[in-house]
């Protein structure tokens, strides 16, 4: 089965310029999640997507952010502009719409804004 | 909110040896999931460990073993027999019954040494 595929796995940009993030979640799971890992921190849940829906983005700051996910499967994370304080690893997760659905990771994004 | 504590920044173990990772949690719900998570260097966050607050029975997979204590809002993570290969950040996590997202400590760093 294959995994939670993202891409770029690395980008490094200037302040104020814009960046996207791609991510291709497990066949069949409707659930699909956005985190941010800051350095030396543990993942903070940026957006939920259930199916095409948003279930929770309460911590996404949408004056900078955005994300979408079209026709229930794909998803795009993008930034504009970038700050300094963006930079992180994105990490994207996807699961079954189960009670315990076990959240399986993608290897994440690098970003370095500069 | 629910907190997730990690109060130890960095461990260190032998081969073979055993380590005990601690978390402890706050939260006024009765029923919720609580989850081990390792990181490589690759950054991938693989399940390591998962255990359900309705069951008293701890959870154990393989070398693996939690000793979640309820009342104390506890959950610690036990390693035997430690290999090189279980080098990498461990993050323990909260996730409520009702919601899906993950809510993830800071993280404790495991060194194993030969």
């Known amino acids: 089965e294959a995994g939670v595929a993202q891409s770029p796995r690395y980008k490094i940009i200037e302040k104020r310029q814009s960046v996207a993030f791609w991510c291709n979640p497990i066949?069949?799971?409707?659930?699909l999640y956005w985190y941010q890992q800051i350095l030396g921190q543990g993942p903070k849940l940026l957006i939920q997507?259930?199916?095409?829906?948003?279930?929770?983005d309460s911590q996404l700051p949408k004056d900078r952010f955005s994300a979408e996910r079209l026709k229930g499967v794909d998803s795009t994370l993008k930034i504009q502009p970038a700050k300094l304080e963006d930079s992180a690893v994105y990490l994207c997760?996807?699961?079954?719409?189960?009670?315990?659905?076990?959240?399986?990771f993608g290897p994440g994004t690098r970003l370095t804004v500069l | 909110a629910q907190t997730v504590t990690q109060s130890q920044p960095e461990m260190s173990v032998q081969e073979a040896e055993t380590v005990t990772l601690s978390c402890t949690y706050d939260t006024s719900e009765s029923d919720y999931y609580l989850f081990w998570y390792k990181q490589p260097p690759s950054r991938q966050m693989i399940l390591v460990i998962r255990?359900?607050?309705?069951?008293?029975q701890n959870a154990t997979e393989n070398r693996f073993s939690v000793n979640f204590q309820k009342a104390a809002k506890s959950f610690s993570l036990k390693i035997s027999d430690s290999q090189l290969g279980d080098a990498a950040m461990y993050f323990c996590a909260y996730r409520s019954r009702s919601g899906y997202a993950l809510n993830f400590g800071k993280g404790t760093s495991l060194l194993v040494t030969p």
């Open positions: 997760a996807s699961s079954l719409e189960a009670p315990l659905g076990q959240q399986f």
């Open positions: 066949s069949g799971h409707a659930t």
């Open positions: 255990q359900e607050a309705y069951k008293q």
């Open positions: 997507f259930q199916n095409n829906g948003v279930v929770d």
